[in-house]
């Protein structure tokens, strides 16, 4: 019915309907294509969940027939794909991906109809972070943070760098990676400051990345660093104690440059 030699542009509908006990159930068309080739994909390495973007190059994409859809599948994780043109495509990836272990990646691979999967010797590897530890510091220092994840021992590990902050106000400073699951970095001291108006204590969103900008690298998530001002201590009492002995000791601070601490309401804790 279909040819090999067929042209990329051509296509064939046919009638496609199922016979139960005799009665004929129509379907609507089916339609024949050429299979797709995928040639190159990049990047190779992106964040588990973000912005990230994917660009496949190969032959003969499109999406001019009827019921044509489109779709990346990465590992078993499925994202929508745009045509640039007849030979590029981009992958948005929307998903949150699985992360893998060391020497492991997620497949990548593209259909024109989200089920049948061009063959593709390539593969993705996301990265990602579990926790911060401390997730806290004070604002006018560096505090050096443990950062656990999956995914940082990779070929660009020489260009790890941390971010705290929004897209409109934020501090970049360098990673360095210690193994696939750990990563320090230390907090700005200088780049960043509170607002005039801000208490005591404010949480910024904290994300990793590896690329260039351009494939917008960093991860997004849960994970948030808490800047504080340092208190400014005034007294304490006592000012010695006996040798072995428990003793209870008081520590005061200006009023103005105070502690600081969790305000609970019910289950639900502010800052």
């Known amino acids: 019915m279909v040819l090999d030699d067929?042209?990329?542009t051509a296509y064939e509908s046919v009638n496609f309907h199922v016979l139960i006990d005799r009665s004929k159930h129509d379907f609507g068309n089916f339609h024949y294509y050429k299979q797709i080739e995928v040639e190159n994909v990049t990047p190779l390495m992106g964040p588990q969940e973000g912005k990230g973007s994917i660009y496949i190059t190969g032959k003969d994409f499109r999406d001019d027939f009827e019921n044509a859809k489109l779709s990346c599948r990465i590992g078993n994780t499925l994202e929508t794909a745009q045509i640039i043109d007849s030979e590029t495509v981009r992958c948005s990836i929307s998903n949150k991906l699985p992360l893998v272990e060391q020497g492991?990646?997620?497949s990548v691979s593209l259909a024109l109809n989200s089920y049948s999967w061009a063959p593709s010797i390539y593969s993705f590897k996301p990265y990602g972070i579990f926790g911060l530890y401390p997730s806290s510091g004070p604002i006018s220092d560096s505090?050096?943070?443990?950062?656990?994840?999956?995914?940082?021992?990779?070929?660009?590990?020489?260009?790890?760098?941390?971010?705290f902050g929004t897209d409109d106000n934020y501090a970049v400073v360098e990673a360095q990676v210690l193994d696939n699951e750990n990563l320090i970095c230390k907090s700005p001291s200088e780049e960043m400051s509170l607002p005039d108006d801000a208490d005591q204590v404010i949480s910024v969103p904290f994300s990793v990345a590896f690329q260039e900008d351009i494939y917008y690298p960093y991860t997004e998530g849960p994970q948030k660093f808490r800047l504080y001002k340092h208190p400014v201590l005034t007294d304490i009492w006592p000012v010695e104690a006996e040798v072995g002995k428990l003793t209870e000791i008081y520590v005061t601070a200006d009023e103005a440059d105070g502690f600081w601490q969790r305000k609970y309401q019910h289950s639900t804790f502010y800052y």
Do not use: P
């Open 104 to 106: 492991e990646s997620l």
């Open 143 to 163: 505090t050096n943070i443990l950062v656990t994840g999956k995914g940082f021992d990779n070929e660009l590990k020489e260009n790890a760098r941390c971010k």
């Open 6 to 8: 067929w042209s990329a």
